[in-house]
């Protein structure tokens, strides 16, 4: 039997899911399709055996699920010879490309954190440019998907901040003027300075002004909320109104995206890292 013959009744496993999107096996459940078990490399974690290059001669076990128009999205490993694969269907149609959470798993917490606000940030401004480029698509729930990756964007590279100076700490508030607060207890040098909408919360402004702000509804002490769900527990809608332009929010992308890279350069400057 040849190596591509071995994978066939996997190939053709997969290819009988016609109305499955997602199949998950585990690794015990493909070695009595194939009849054999699984060489010792698709046991091992970060194993290129997984891969999802379409390669007959080096990886015929990927031709098959490929070829069944499906990809591996995710391998898990139980034991160090039980496990899971998730094979989803539609993976196929960019070849090679693909990426997974390995090097960024590696690196330290506040880095991974920067990162990850760019990720959102970066997600939220290719929104922005398709809804203005598309007028006819947008609608609140995708401006609210803009906010929502704006304001966590926010928040992660205030974390990322703060756990680069305090590499432990026993809590991370969610709330942003707070954050914004501690951030700036860290970083008091103007180098340093940037605003964002979310500086003053609705307890701050309560405070300022010497009374409960009118027209809103307690969820929407909490932005987060508002931009996910734009709801309560119990169905409430707000009272205030939100709004959305897509060249607004791009501008508003921009600049948090200038603002973090100018901040983070500095920082490694001042700790030798450049």
Known sequence: MS?????EPLRAYLAGKINQHVVRLTFEEIEGLLGDPLPDSAHRSFSRWWTNEENASDFPQSTAWLGAGFA?????????????????????????????????????????????ALGYLQSAMALCILLGEHPDQLSWPRASVV????????????????????????????DISNLHK????????????????????????EDMIGEQVA???????????????????????PKGLYFFSPGGFLSACEKLE?????????????????
Request: glycine residues 4%; aromatic residues 14%; proline residues 4%.
């Open 3 to 7: 190596r591509a013959e071995k994978y």
């Open 72 to 116: 591996v999205a995710a391998v898990g490993y139980q034991t160090a010879t039980s496990g899971w694969v998730e094979f989803v269907r539609g993976l196929q149609r960019w070849p090679g490309v693909q990426v997974c959470s390995d090097q960024l798993s590696h690196k330290p917490v506040d880095e991974r954190f920067r990162e990850l």
């Open 147 to 174: 906010r929502f990756c704006y304001l966590l964007a926010i928040e992660l590279f205030l974390k990322s901040c703060i756990l680069h100076r305090m590499p432990v700490i026993e809590k991370c508030t969610h």
């Open 182 to 205: 501690e951030y700036l207890r860290l970083y008091p040098q103007q180098d340093f300075a940037f605003d964002t909408p979310y500086d003053i919360s609705l307890d701050d402004l």
């Open 215 to 237: 027209l809103v509804e307690d969820f929407e002490y909490k932005p987060d909320q508002v931009f996910r769900y734009l709801s309560d527990k119990k169905g409430s809608s």
């Open 258 to 274: 200038a603002d973090i890279h100018r901040i983070w350069g500095r920082i490694r400057e001042i700790d030798g890292l450049m």
